[in-house]
């Protein structure tokens, strides 16, 4: 019985001791990474609209719906927006900046895991570059990728989707 209490003792000393470590790492680590996530995103907004020296988020239930991209003298030059898709094997986020008229500017993938060498090839130049000057009502000739449809679909269906969004709130204000 005693061994029992011993051994009780010493298991709860090192939870003790190994979580404490893990609060104290926390609480040393999480400034840096909320810092750099916030660095890499303002940097990826900055490659959606690269003219913008500032951006605006706009909340909507607590989230953020899009950014308003300013240039240095304040003014409106356009909008980002993010929107996310169920691939084959991943959810698929995609931003993308959009000019004044709504048109798209430049498209990013921020984060995706799917297949390599098929699905994966979202991020290529060539499909996202398909997007550059397109509107949310004509994604015309926006080709999908042979044999990474679903992937493709993950990318073109919720980023139309996001820019009707936008437009229809644009047009209420």
Known sequence: ??????????LGLICFISSSVLVAVHAVTAPKI?????????AALKEALPDCVDFKACMEDGKI???????????LKGFVVISSGKGYSSDIQVMAGLNTNLEIINVKILSQDETPGLGSRVTSPEFLGQFKGKVADNFEG???ISGATISSNAVIKPLKEKIANLKEKLQAK
């Open 142 to 144: 926006v080709q999908a």
């Open 34 to 42: 909320s810092q750099a996530r916030e660095k890499g995103e303002q």
């Open 1 to 10: 019985m005693k061994e029992i209490v011993k051994y009780g003792f010493t």
């Open 65 to 75: 719906s899009y950014y308003r991209g300013v240039d240095s003298s304040g003014n």
